[in-house]
């Protein structure tokens, strides 16, 4: 809300913020809330909803009215305000950015042939290259665990390797370029997702004490990383992190609940040991729904929705759409590459979105590693989650502030609304257009 370091003065904010909050309460909680916070908002707005027990209640529409999304997948909520979105869009006519970052930068610790800090000299790679990172945040060395001091102050060990995939040599691309002429997803991004395969299968065998790899990449300054360079991060833990974790909790419970075993709620999509499944009963849900509103685009084996209940406004998801794959070593090669194309169309859109280079946090959710079995394993489904900060233009971003961090997190835009942007923003990069013209 107020995160948006928007021009609009905070007080404005403040005034329009009590209002959605205090109607969106008055709904959820029932009548007694409703009254009271009928009565606030009489006084902030010069108007009184004294009461909304009356049987002429406008009927609700979701681009016009406050309202709660439930995100199943980390059993959260997020509150939506569609009606701010009335304001005027600030900055829509920003010039494009370019780039004038040469293709290959000595300085670069992570260009071909070049030397790192720590004095080990990268490859003469071509394509991409996987090195352990110099400065890990985690040590493989097991350490005796610590008696805790107290049932208040508890603490495990946390053991683990880091390592860094460059993605392509070239120092000034990103794999949103990688989509158009002179590359491909097929020549260029595939050779990054047999990467991730490989390091699926070779840390755990390599360090039998892993649990889960975590894949990720962040993307531009604004997510924090400081090296243009195009890479990605792969932490190797001992233990399955919170976020996976939760998810992974998240589907089982969904998969044993009586109430999803009726077809008319799973939709007939189960996964391979004929168990609804979550994420397939999403993607055939989103595919099936007249005008697929939330859709960014589909192939054969994927589909990229902006979900229901995303939190950052060009939040996005892609999920694979067929079948139950658990991890990135299950996909076919056809699967390889309908995901090397979507990851493509997914970050070309993205970058045209503002015509800049979208910054984004992205990462990979799957299966632990064999050693993990915990009894959620079954019910994984790889996902790709893209978590961009920008709201409307290259410039603003939203942060997580305020009502967010007190309360709970809050979008303008709805899911559809930012789906229809995305989805409408063209296939071909906008630095190929502007290096053409
Ligand atoms: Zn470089
Ligand atoms: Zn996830």
């Known amino acids: 809300m107020n995160g948006v370091t928007a021009n609009g003065s905070s007080h404005t904010n403040g005034l329009a913020n009590g209002h959605a909050n205090g109607h969106a309460n008055g709904h959820a909680n029932g009548h007694a809330n409703g009254h009271t916070n009928g009565h606030a908002n009489g006084l902030v707005n010069g108007a009184s909803y004294a009461d909304d027990s009356d049987d002429e209640l406008p009927a609700f529409d979701a681009t016009e009215h406050p309202h709660r999304r439930y995100n199943p997948l980390t059993r959260s909520w997020v509150l939506c305000s569609p009606h701010r979105t009335k304001r005027p869009w600030q900055g829509q006519e920003e010039k494009p950015q370019g780039t004038s970052l040469p293709a290959y930068d000595e300085k670069c610790y992570l260009c071909p042939g070049n030397k790192r800090a720590t004095g080990a000299t990268n490859d003469d790679y071509t394509s991409t290259f996987f090195f352990e990172n110099d400065y890990a945040a985690l040590m493989p060395q097991a350490v005796a665990e610590e008696k805790n001091q107290h049932p208040l102050l508890q603490s495990q060990p946390a053991r683990g390797r880091c390592y860094v995939i460059c993605f392509n040599p070239q120092h000034n691309l990103t794999l949103a370029q990688l989509s158009t002429a002179p590359f491909s997803p097929d020549e260029h991004i595939v050779p990054i997702i047999q990467s991730w395969q490989k390091i699926y299968k070779q840390i755990p065998a390599e360090n039998p004490f892993v649990k889960y790899i975590q894949i990720f990449e962040n993307k531009g300054s604004a997510m924090g990383c400081s090296n243009p360079h195009p890479h990605g991060q792969v932490w190797s833990l001992d233990y399955i992190p919170e976020e996976p974790s939760k998810e992974l909790a998240s589907l089982r419970a969904w998969s044993q609940d009586p109430a999803n075993q009726d077809p008319k709620v799973n939709l007939g999509a189960c996964d391979d040991h004929g168990k609804p499944s979550m994420l397939l009963t999403l993607a055939k849900l989103e595919l099936t729904t007249p005008g697929q509103p939330r859709v960014i685009m589909a192939n054969d084996h994927f589909v990229a929705i902006v979900p229901y209940w995303a939190v950052w406004p060009f939040e996005v998801l892609v999920v694979p759409a067929q079948r139950q794959i658990r991890n990135v070593l299950q996909m076919t090669e056809m699967e390889v590459v309908s995901l ?13 979105v503002f015509k800049c280079s979208f910054p984004y946090s992205m990462g990979v959710h799957q299966q ?7 009894e959620d394993d079954e019910f994984a489904q790889f996902h790709i989650h893209f978590y961009p900060p920008l709201l409307r233009s290259a410039s603003v971003r939203k942060f997580l502030v305020g009502f967010e961090m007190m309360a709970e997190p809050q979008r303008d835009l709805t899911a559809e609304q930012a789906a229809k942007r995305i989805r409408d923003c063209d296939d071909v990069h906008y630095l190929a257009t502007l290096e053409q013209s």
Not at 340 to 352: F, M, P, Y
């Open 368 to 374: 632990p590693t064999q050693l993990a079995t915990s």
């Open 340 to 352: 090397a194309r979507i990851i493509a169309q997914v970050t070309c859109k993205l970058d045209n």
